[in-house]
């Protein structure tokens, strides 16, 4: 199985350009997170999807945008990236329930010059 | 605002045991979470405790106190493995997670 796949998993990035992350789970899970991790800091939330067709904003979610067309794909977008936006971003994923572990993707790195 | 503490990096000796502390004051309680990521992976879960007491699974056990906002993890008979960065978390009234900045363990031999 493979839970959920991200890519790229690493991305240089001119300052300016637009970029889509890519979260693609199979285990149905209902609820999707996007996840950005900084050295020093904890796991920040950027977007978050408790289900199809809905989304809503986390701790950081100026410059980005999600979009969750079905349960199985929840792609992050920045639409025109600054070098404050390097970073390792991690899609996330949990079952119905509002406890219950996370399931995390391996993670794509970008870095905006 | 919400905070969660835990050290930044602690090391102990192959064989051994160690305990890593979490202090959190949130806006709520309902459950907290250790995970374990090594470095340049993603996080795994290791355990969850909502209820006060000792929660144990092999070689890893997790302490919750909720009326002293305080949390560890004891990971017993260290292996070399077990060098990674553990991350604290709790779900706040909303069940939003807040992330500690995670404690790095280093596993000498």
């Known amino acids: 199985t493979a839970g959920i796949t991200q890519a790229p998993t690493s991305q240089i990035l001119a300052a300016g350009r637009s970029m889509t992350l890519r979260c693609t789970q199979d285990?149905?899970?209902?609820?999707m997170y996007w996840y950005r991790q900084d050295l020093g800091l904890g796991l920040r939330l950027i977007h978050y999807?408790?289900?199809?067709?809905?989304?809503g904003k986390g701790e950081v979610p100026d410059g980005y945008s999600v979009s969750r067309a079905n349960t199985d794909d929840f792609p992050l977008t920045l639409a025109s990236a600054v070098p404050s936006q390097t970073s390792v971003y991690f899609c996330?994923?949990?079952?119905?329930?509002?406890?219950?572990?996370?399931?995390f993707g391996e993670g794509s790195r970008l870095t905006v010059l | 605002g919400q905070n969660i503490d835990q050290p930044t990096e602690m090391t102990a000796t192959e064989g051994a045991i160690v305990q890593i502390n979490c202090t959190y004051q949130?806006?709520?309680?309902?459950?907290l979470f250790w995970y374990q990521q090594h470095a340049g992976e993603a996080p795994t879960f290791l355990s969850y405790?909502?209820l006060d007491g000792l929660e144990e699974k092999g070689r890893f056990s997790s302490f919750l106190s909720r009326s002293k906002g305080y949390s560890y993890l004891l990971l017993k008979e260290l292996q070399m493995k077990d060098s990674a960065s553990y991350l604290c978390a709790v779900s706040d009234g909303n069940y939003q997670l807040i992330w500690g900045a995670g404690t790095k363990l280093i596993i000498k031999p």
């Open positions: 285990m149905r899970h209902n609820a």
């Open positions: 999807s408790n289900t199809a067709g809905t989304t």
């Open positions: 949130t806006s709520g309680f309902n459950g």
């Open positions: 405790n909502v």
């Open positions: 996330a994923s949990k079952d119905r329930g509002t406890t219950g572990e996370l399931f």
